[in-house]
């Protein structure tokens, strides 16, 4: 059984702030705050009218309390907002969404609470993050002039940066409307009509996103092979960046093939998806985190989908489209273009959009 909320809390805390009840009342709000974040009403009063309490309350003035704590801790939630503008990235409006604990999609938070409040924080972060990284450096890969924007230097950075907090707050979105789903075939389901819902730009803006992540993740992980492959033989010793992941069963032999790192990137493309950005964050950087290793969590997402897609190609499993795949499909469909054509025509349109931003002269 889960611990309660007196379990949580031990003797010299109670005292220490109920003492200061009368004398400090908002220090004994942001106290107890503190520890009820997680907790529900019944928790606070079977506390204030327990014997524990060194001044034990009637039922009414405990919910009385508990009443204000919630409502400075939704006020303190919404002043936080008025701090950053980075938080409209972030799908701050949406009741409650995903959050960032692993294994993700496992819990939620709801909005306005202090849970709610960390999870915006980490994903202001992991957007920061993205941006900057290689994985999401907006290269076309074929042509390698895109986009082609006629602009100075510093202000392409800025729009570019701008689509990329677009992109990933419609990345959110695709994540967070899979709240409290837990059957693969109703979270399928439940993407796929918010996939229908966007229009045509939204459209463009998530399926060139994880494109330009799913081949920067391919010319990432072939650099590095290529760079071992030149220093000594990587048969011998694996790649040295943290995040490298490579199948199983791979032997390593068939290493230098080119088919393996495909098929790692359409997994890697279908989990940011289904995760949001959080997923290619805890990929690239989780293994800074030497104690708790988050990216050993991402390295078996990615080895699971790969198991997964060799069994439906050996016919042992069904499977469904990857979801990358089901975002170009709507988008064809609404522009009434050929799925060949999907890419050349959803880089149009984000240019477009691109060209029509309003940027401050100011930012850097």
Known sequence: MAPTFLDIMDDSDIKMYFSLRLYFPHKIIAGIAIFIAPTTPQDLVSLCISERCPTPMNYLEALSIYTLLKTYEKSTCASILERDDRFAWVNVNQHEVLSSKLPLGSSSVVAYTYSWA???YSRVNTIEFLIRNELTD????HTHSWPTLEVPKQELSQRLVLFKRRSFCLLFKLADCTTGLTDTLKIRAQQAEYLDSLTSPELASLGVIVEVMGQNYFSMTKNILDASASENDWTSRPPPQEWFFAPARL????????NWIRECMCVFEDLIQRFGPHFPYVFLEGGRDRLLRPDLWAQTMLQEGLDNMNAYELGYTMSFASLQSVVWKVFCHK????????WSTAKEIVESEMRGYAID????
């Open 118 to 120: 960390s999870e915006m």
């Open 138 to 141: 907006m290269i076309d890969h």
């Open 251 to 258: 032997r390593s032999e068939n290493m230098a093939n080119d």
């Open 335 to 342: 522009v009434d273009c050929s799925l060949q054509d999907s």
């Open 361 to 364: 002269a100011d930012e850097g």
